[in-house]
């Protein structure tokens, strides 16, 4: 599985689309994110909490939640939109996290939520968004959230975007951060699920993967402008996450 770090954060940033059989490896972001299920099935990780979402059913993700998507025959529609376009339910939420990410959306939010590709008004589009915050608050329970816990997940997700390319290293992680090697090393795996170098590593991979696709660089290059100083440990890193070669990756997406 790929693990990538987004960040998205604009003040009037706003994101739909639809598709089928989507699958999107590990990350977060600072917006909310709506996704409602129209055919099949789809299973998404939220916070370390699995569902498996069907027809009709949907789950409000809330800015900086760790999430994932993985799917096999499924449709759907999602709509990712920067806290500042809900601002008083932002304001209300504002360190809360919701117990229970899943609900059911109203057929007025099924239906108008297409709407939102087409060059509606600003006032159409908070109001359908407020909509939908509604509706998931009027059941939701939260709990407390855990800033420094989660601003320090935040802050090493930071980190490996910055650094990947050079000395990411957990020893230069604890150096950069102020907390002891053994103590981030334990949290990363407790919360992410694998070791901090493997996560490195799978983000490498994940950065490669987008220049062999989309640039003419040589394998070389797309090696060491991903972080990787030689190309032997490339090719071995690679085939062990993907299972094929860089080369045959290019060919295959070409």
Do not use: W
Not at 51 to 80: D, V, W
Not at 98 to 107: A, G, Q
Not at 164 to 191: E, H, M, P, V
């Amino acid at each position: 599985m790929f693990y990538e770090f987004e960040h998205l954060g604009s003040p009037d940033y706003l994101k739909f689309e639809s598709g089928e059989n989507y699958n999107f490896p590990l990350h977060l972001h600072q917006c909310f994110e709506l996704i409602i299920i129209t055919e099949g099935e789809m299973k998404i990780s939220v916070s370390n909490r699995d569902y498996y979402l069907k027809q009709g059913e949907a789950l409000m993700i809330f800015p900086n939640q760790i999430h994932s998507l993985e799917s096999t025959r499924s449709k759907h529609i999602l709509c990712i939109f920067s806290p500042r376009l809900v601002e008083a339910f932002n304001r209300m939420t504002r360190g809360k996290m919701p117990i229970d990410n899943k609900f059911r959306p109203s057929n007025y939010i099924f239906d108008n939520l297409p709407k939102l590709v087409s060059d509606t008004t600003t006032t159409f589009k908070k109001g359908l968004l407020y909509s939908a915050c509604a509706e998931f608050d009027e059941k939701a329970a939260y709990r407390d959230a855990e800033p420094q816990k989660e601003k320090l997940l935040y802050n090493i997700f930071s980190f490996v975007e910055e650094s990947f390319k050079g000395n990411c290293t957990l020893a230069a992680l604890s150096k950069t951060s102020g907390y002891d090697y053994s103590y981030l090393s334990r949290y990363f795996k407790k919360i992410v699920g694998m070791s901090f170098n493997n996560y490195v590593n799978n983000y490498r991979i994940s950065h490669a993967c987008y220049l062999l696709k989309n640039t003419d660089g040589t394998i070389l290059e797309s090696a060491l402008e991903s972080g990787f100083g030689e190309l032997r440990s490339f090719n071995r890193n690679f085939k062990a996450i993907l299972g094929i070669t860089p080369a045959e990756y290019r060919k295959n997406n070409t």
